[in-house]
T-cell receptor, first 114, second 109 residues
Framework: DGGITQSPKYLFRKEGQNVTLSCEQNLNHDAMYWYRQDPGQGLRLIYYSQIVNDFQKGDIAEGYSVSREKKESFPLTVTSAQKNPTAFYLC?????????????FGPGTRLTVL | RKEVEQDPGPFNVPEGATVAFNCTYS??????FFWYRQDCRKEPKLLMSVYSSGNEDGRFTAQLNRASQYISLLIRDSKLSDSATYLCVVKGNAGKSTFGDGTTLTVKP
């Protein structure tokens, strides 16, 4: 089955630790995205990548880092510099970054920093 | 002012009711528009794209008004299973999407 997978579903970390969230897609999509969602709020864009080995900052990139070494994979690292990292993290992909293409989401990772 | 604004609700309606949600956007250069549905603690899923001519998918109708910069979603004959949060999404020509905070709908028996 084609789709987007994120792991783990739930993640607990101690304050001050870096943590990497996984996102893999087998849809052959060029564009991939990371969003953060806080309770009662919409999605905010952290980083996006339109092509392998290239990515751009979104609206709230501070304290996060990404890489795009393979088309299928777009891992997100939440660093200790992120002041309030507890949130629901959603990865998405689209066939191309054109405006008409819809995004498909993975099931998300709930990160709790203790 | 937020780039994309939605009435957060909640909207509480009985089964069979008709309910409408509006969404306004500030960037007149926006290219594409979508409605997503998000169930509690799940990922958003595409409900429908919104076209200038308006489009319908079963009980759901979406409209776009570029002059007034708003889009709408109409749900007819509401079902219990329609209970969810509905997210308005506006996309620019650079491929970046902006999400509204969502409108919560609860359909009651």
């Amino acid at each position: 089955d084609g789709g987007i997978t994120q792991s783990p579903k739930y993640l607990f970390r101690k304050e001050g630790q870096n943590v990497t969230l996984s996102c893999e897609q087998n849809l052959n999509h060029d564009a991939m995205y990371w969003y953060r969602q806080d309770p009662g709020q919409g999605l905010r864009l952290i980083y996006y990548s339109q092509i392998v080995n290239d990515f751009q900052k979104g609206d709230i990139a501070e304290g996060y880092s990404v890489s795009r070494e393979k088309k299928e994979s777009f891992p997100l690292t939440v660093t200790s510099a992120q002041k309030n990292p507890t949130a629901f993290y959603l990865c998405a992909s689209s066939r191309e970054p054109r405006s008409t293409d819809t995004q498909y989401f993975g099931p998300g990772t709930r990160l709790t920093v203790l | 002012r937020k780039e994309v604004e939605q009435d957060p609700g909640p909207f509480n309606v009985p089964e069979g009711a008709t309910v409408a949600f509006n969404c306004t956007y500030s960037n007149s250069a926006s290219q594409s528009f979508f409605w997503y549905r998000q169930d509690c603690r799940k990922e958003p899923k595409l409900l429908m794209s919104v076209y200038s001519s308006g489009n319908e998918d079963g009980r759901f109708t979406a409209q776009l008004n570029r002059a007034s910069q708003y889009i709408s979603l109409l749900i007819r004959d509401s079902k219990l299973s329609d209970s969810a949060t509905y997210l308005c999404v506006v996309k620019g020509n650079a491929g970046k999407s902006t999400f509204g905070d969502g409108t919560t709908l609860t359909v009651k028996p």
